[in-house]
């Protein structure tokens, strides 16, 4: 019998670009508040804001959207003219709308997993964006299931696998977050391989305790099909 069963995959700048499209809001976000407040330290401010706001709105684009408003009003004391909420707005829409952008081997890696393992996906954001985002990326056929979180806990990788009638020791979660993805995986007993991504969300910082087993890194998911023929 096989070591694995299951491979589970995040989406976000995993399998797809994501973060590049907040990073250029950001930016865009400091240069329409500079007249209130320097543009980098609007962005650091809109930044704080997300962070205070995820417990309330959750992840994904409109959580974002509702915090650059929020830190349009608090940085220009209330003065923020109507006309640049609405590009705020629209900012947001077009982040809604972007195409998806496939990151390097992902279909090939997949389409080499794909009847040999039970390929899954656990992504955490906004339900109806997430569920827009796998059907435009072509990628939904080679998952076996799909699962939008509000969070990725130990105990949510422990549920979902053993929904698809498995245990957390025959599974993988491959991802770009450490926090999120790899070491929860771990936890709960299971195998995690870290692709790294060039641009790093702030609130997905987490360091790798020494000697941590089951942990694996790749470049880019080429890398990936070796790390399943080693275990």
Do not use: C
Request: no cysteine; aromatic share 8%.
């Amino acid at each position: 019998m096989r070591p694995l069963d299951i491979i589970a995959f995040d989406a976000d700048d995993t399998l797809w670009h994501n973060l590049i499209h907040f990073d250029a809001a950001q930016k865009r976000f400091g240069e329409l508040l500079s007249s209130y407040m320097p543009a980098q330290q609007a962005t650091a401010t809109l930044v704080a804001a997300e962070g205070r706001n995820i417990k309330t709105y959750g992840f994904g684009v409109k959580s974002f959207t509702l915090s650059m408003i929020e830190t349009a009003i608090a940085i220009s004391e209330g003065a923020v003219e109507a006309a640049t909420i609405t590009q705020l707005i629209a900012m947001g829409r077009d982040m809604l709308d972007h195409e998806i952008e496939l990151l390097p081997h992902v279909e090939n890696t997949l389409k080499a997993l794909h009847g040999d393992y039970k390929l899954l996906l656990i992504t955490k954001g906004d339900l109806h964006h997430q569920e827009r985002k796998v059907l435009a990326s072509g990628l939904a056929p080679y998952f076996e299931g799909v699962d939008i979180v509000s969070d990725k806990t130990s105990h949510t990788y422990s549920q979902i696998v053993a929904r698809h009638a498995s245990a957390p020791a025959r599974a993988l979660m491959v991802g770009n977050s450490l926090k999120s993805d790899v070491l929860p995986m771990i936890r709960a007993g299971g195998y995690g391989v870290y692709v790294p991504f060039a641009i790093a969300w702030d609130f997905e910082h987490e360091e790798v305790p020494e000697g941590t087993e089951r942990f694996y890194e790749v470049a880019d998911l080429s890398g990936l099909l070796s790390v399943v023929e080693s275990i």
